[in-house]
């Protein structure tokens, strides 16, 4: 009997091993060397200062058609494709900078800027917007959209989609990634109720959680029906029968909800965040765990969900690294900062925080990987393993960094405004529209790109397209992504899910 065509496609995405770590990062590399070009024509030519059709093709182009041509095309040639993108950003210092049609505020004095520090930001958010996050998150967001259509076509490289069980890969690192930034960013309303010295009960945080996560629960929901119901090809050994990322993201705020009564035990969320995914990992070396989740037979609703369900405390520990990343990222003073400390200063603060962090979540996962020198364990997005938190833990915190470099250097304004008008004025002009677009509605953009996943897949044979059709195929459906982004951007809508 020959094979059929749900089949075959299932069959494609099944048993695969994925790539190194090293090439996984030069890909992904290209994100933030986009955005350091975008952000170089920005601050050069003021390219993007009146945003019409020709700034909007090209923001497409570099901050979603690069990250389309790294993960197709240029997928073996992705240190050439770098290469491409940062010697013009490079040129561009090299060259005068254009007159920009507004008067910038000039850079003030470093005795000036000491004296008035303290006393010109009272008025200033405590909690203000970065854009160099809001790049670090739309360009994961862009990458994700990219990749779940992309994995279907034979011009997406194997090693690039989700391993089986252990093993390295772009699509394993980008859905922990997805975690990592919510934690991130869910630490803003935890810092806010400090500052304003809010407490409340575990049972009404659990409650107020759980109302936040209804509506992605029955995402989830609406998911499995609508593959059972369509009979569309599944990647059972990902998350189970049943379990879908939708139930693992809905189901995090609720135990975040109780992992932050912890906080009075153990007064640190990094802490937290090793503690579970080394407890996990002892469970699974020392009990039957590990080969459960992988060989047991799919009879119960547990075993048949045993993928999601044990992975789940896998990525509360990514999401409690992330949260712990937010406490530093998000206030404008960094804890260790000094109260009368300028912006330069707090800046510094940020950056040196932020490459520590990452050399401590690397050390880290060098330990556990190594043979030689740690415990020669392997890393498992399948079973959400020690490794795996903390190879995610070290890639985002990593990137983010980079992402920093590239807004000090290229919009220092963002970080020495003196009044909130000022600031917001110089964030939006460091700030990628479409970047901005795809993190301002990130959920309900990434259920729209699910959706014409699913729709590209039952109209088009996907395993037949050759490489430009298939490109073809995902340029248009990046701009159509992309057009709707903007399009919600443009009327001031934000969908919250």
Known sequence: MAPTNKSLKEDFVSNLSGGDISEINLVTAVAPVSVFLWS?????????????????LADFLLNVGAILLATTLYSSSSLLLNTLLLLPALGLYVLPPAK?????????SRTAEWKSAEASRNDLDNFPIRPFVTAYRGTMMVVTCVAILAVDFRVFPRRFAKVETWGTSLMD??????????????????????????????????????RHSLPLLVLGLVRLYSVKGLDYAEHVTEYGVHWNFFFTLGFLAPFMALFQSLFALI?????LSISLSA??????????????IITAPRGDLLSKNR?????FIGYLAIFLAGYATGQYVIPRRPFGAKGGASATSQRKTLLIRLICWSIVWSTLLFLTVSYKYGFGLQVSRRLANLPYVLWVSAFSSAQLTC???????????VYRAEDTRTENSEGKRATSRILHAYNRNGLAIFLLANLLTGLVNLTIDTLIASKMKAVAILLVYAAIVTSVAISLDTWDLSIKL
Not at 40 to 50: I, K, S, V
Request: glycine residues 8%; aromatic residues 14%; proline residues 5%.
């Open 40 to 56: 170089a024509l920005q601050a050069r030519q003021n390219l993007f200062e009146h945003y019409g059709p020709v700034p909007f």
């Open 100 to 108: 920009s049609t507004k008067k910038r505020q000039l850079k003030p």
């Open 173 to 210: 690192i980008g859905v922990g990634s997805f975690v990592f930034s919510s934690g991130l960013v869910s630490a803003r309303s935890g810092l806010k109720d400090q500052v304003a010295s809010r407490s409340s009960s575990l049972g009404r945080r659990f409650y107020a959680s759980s």
């Open 267 to 271: 007064p640190s969320y990094a802490l």
């Open 279 to 292: 407890t996990y990992e002892l469970l699974l070396n020392f009990t039957d765990l590990k080969a459960y």
């Open 307 to 311: 993928e999601g369900v044990f992975s």
């Open 403 to 413: 992402f920093c470099v590239v807004e000090t250097l290229a919009f220092p304004g």
